[in-house]
């Protein structure tokens, strides 16, 4: 060692979060090479420091998912960008149209379509270079024995929609035969407030049959369609931004 368990795009920390949960699990292994291993949540709403821009991080990182010291790392690459929300069309109470946050991205134009503002720009090109640092990373992780947990919107049934799903690029890494394969579950299954299908990138876990094995059902009267505003004006999109408290589902 040292080992490390990461969380990258963590958001703030919280209880009952992930770091939480992993720092309790290893703590309960009696084994000696346990004290050894180190969770880190990485995220700039935890620190500035925790930027993975900044070349001391991204270099500490990189030097030890090939040294094989970095034995799980679960990501969640922003989504706002990506989101199907954006496609629906808002209404108020009177039934008259409202303006929301328009598309920026197609399924054949997943990187950005044209026309962007300059603030749109700008907000594509920061979820876009986080997405691309994290599936860089997954792969030292991954192929020196790690495992791996990359979670992203589900693709939306309209096929001219995007999502990371149909870029070439996540297609390759889910080429088959190699290292990496992909989950698709309800969120609403495991506590969520809405539906919300998502997709996991993984490798060397079984996270599929985790999930499976432990789904709640998803009962419709209790779930709300993460779409729009809610009474104070905030997106409901934002409910589903930080994972739900461990048990909640039950």
Avoid at 77 to 90: Q, V
């Amino acid at each position: 060692g040292p080992y490390y368990v990461v969380h990258l795009y963590a958001g703030r920390r919280r209880p009952q979060d992930f770091h939480a949960h992993m720092t309790q699990l290893i703590g309960s292994c009696t084994e000696s090479w346990a004290s050894n291993i180190y969770v880190i949540s990485i995220d700039t709403a935890i620190s500035e420091d925790m930027n993975v821009h900044g070349e001391a991080l991204w270099s500490f990182l990189l030097t030890a998912a090939r040294a094989g010291r970095i034995l799980g790392l679960l990501l969640g690459p922003p989504c706002e960008t990506w989101s199907n929300a954006r496609f629906a069309k808002l209404v108020d109470a009177n039934g008259d149209e409202l303006k929301g946050p328009r598309p920026l991205r197609s399924a054949a134009e997943c990187w950005g379509i044209q026309g962007l503002s300059l603030a749109e720009l700008q907000q594509i090109g920061v979820s876009n270079t986080l997405l691309l640092r994290g599936l860089w990373l997954c792969l030292p992780v991954a192929m020196t024995g790690g495992a791996v947990l990359l979670e992203h919107p589900a693709p939306a049934t309209q096929m001219d929609r995007p999502a990371i799903w149909r870029t070439s690029l996540v297609l390759l890494y889910l080429r088959e035969g190699w290292l990496f394969r992909r989950h698709t579950f309800k969120q609403g299954a495991f506590g969520a407030p809405g539906v919300k299908p998502t997709s996991l990138l993984y490798a060397n876990n079984q996270i599929g049959n985790v999930l499976d094995e432990f789904a709640q059902p998803c009962n419709l009267d209790h779930l709300e369609l993460l779409v729009g505003r809610d009474e104070l004006g905030r997106f409901r999109t934002s409910r589903a931004k930080e994972y739900p408290e461990i048990g909640r589902a039950s």
